[in-house]
């Protein structure tokens, strides 16, 4: 029986779609190198957590993808036909401090999982895009044919980079590819770099929040169960070898979807919310704009809907109060 190749399955998205592809009866082998960017507790909870589920269904194998002649080692005996590549050096101000990092995660792994997949045949891959490669885009809502020759951070150039070189491989080998661009996801087992975590965690500590711009940015806040749903959707749907134009505009086998809540929501809204369900007050700690940050995202999810069934059902308001109460479970507090 072959299986799903999922690689970043100790991270926070990886996680979810194991799970749920687990779930379903697929077979599921996760890569993950878990580097320290974060807390490596966090992602050794999540795949305890996978193991304690899905039993041998879930098989892991700690490599980093970046590096070929480990990754062919690690696979030689695995047998899989589809593969979600979800494993990326994440963060857009880290960024800034450390682009080696971005180069070899996202430039280097991505090459070498399109190397793998076209040595391996698979049937489809599915690849994590980003909304950060739309910069500065003022056009609103984004929409997957926008031009996005701008980044304003080297994490979303080297997202780009990953699309064109999908691109150049559907063209070449007409391997099945599909990028999702995912808008600001958050939810259980989150990241604790992301705004959701750190507030919360601030909020109930009683320590001040830092809030950029005012509160007046704007994120097409997105609850992970909807991205999970997005991800399966897409890797059971690969794009046609038949030369007709897909979303994104390629005419080789290669889709790029919008996967968000399509409607933006104010990061002041976003610290009500966390305080409501904190029942906490926050202390807030006014910042000008950071430097890679953009003033608002709003994906344009009509392609996606369209083609992959997808359909966002989870608002903010029911999804940060599920993030807190599992924050609580999991910090103690």
């Known amino acids: 029986m072959s299986a799903v190749l999922v690689t970043g399955i100790a991270g926070f998205i ?15 082998i996760g890569i993950d190198d878990l580097n320290d960017y974060y807390d490596r507790a966090l992602k050794r909870a999540r795949l305890a957590t996978l193991a304690e589920r899905f039993g041998d269904r879930v098989r892991f194998v700690e490599a980093d993808f970046a590096d070929e002649a480990r990754l062919h080692t690690v696979l030689a005996d695995a047998a899989f036909d589809r593969v979600v590549h979800l494993g990326a050096q994440a963060g857009v101000r880290y960024s800034i401090e450390q682009p080696q990092v971005y180069g070899r995660a996202n430039l280097v792994g991505h ?25 500065g885009n003022r056009t609103m809502p984004f929409r997957v044919g926008d031009p996005v020759d701008r980044p304003v951070s080297l994490y979303a150039a080297t997202k780009r980079a990953n699309e064109l070189m999908s691109e150049s491989y559907a063209h070449l080998f007409r391997l099945p590819l599909t990028g999702l661009r995912f808008f600001t996801v958050y939810g259980p087992w989150g990241r604790p770099d992301m705004a959701v975590w750190l507030f919360t965690k601030a909020i109930l500590a009683g320590e001040p929040i830092r809030v950029f711009n005012g509160g007046r940015m704007e994120r097409d806040f997105t609850f992970i169960d909807d991205i999970v749903s997005g991800v399966v959707s897409a890797l059971d749907r690969p794009p046609a070898d038949d030369g007709a134009e897909k979303p994104g505009g390629s005419v080789a086998p290669h889709a790029v979807y919008n996967l968000g809540n399509n409607r933006p929501e ?11 369900a904190c029942g906490k007050a926050a202390i807030r700690d006014d910042q000008p704009m950071q430097p890679g940050d953009v003033p608002a995202t709003f994906a344009d999810i009509d392609a996606a809907a369209r083609m992959l069934d997808y359909r966002p059902a989870v608002p903010i308001d029911i999804g940060i109060p599920r993030f807190v109460e599992w924050y609580r479970s999991y910090a103690g507090v």
């Open 14 to 28: 990886g996680f979810h779609v194991a799970a749920r592809l687990a779930a379903r009866g697929e077979r599921v």
């Open 111 to 135: 090459l070498t999982l399109l190397e793998l997949a076209r040595a391996r045949s698979v049937a489809h891959m599915v690849y994590a895009s980003s909304s950060s490669v739309y910069g």
């Open 266 to 276: 104010p990061l002041g809204r976003l610290i009500d919310l966390i305080e409501a």
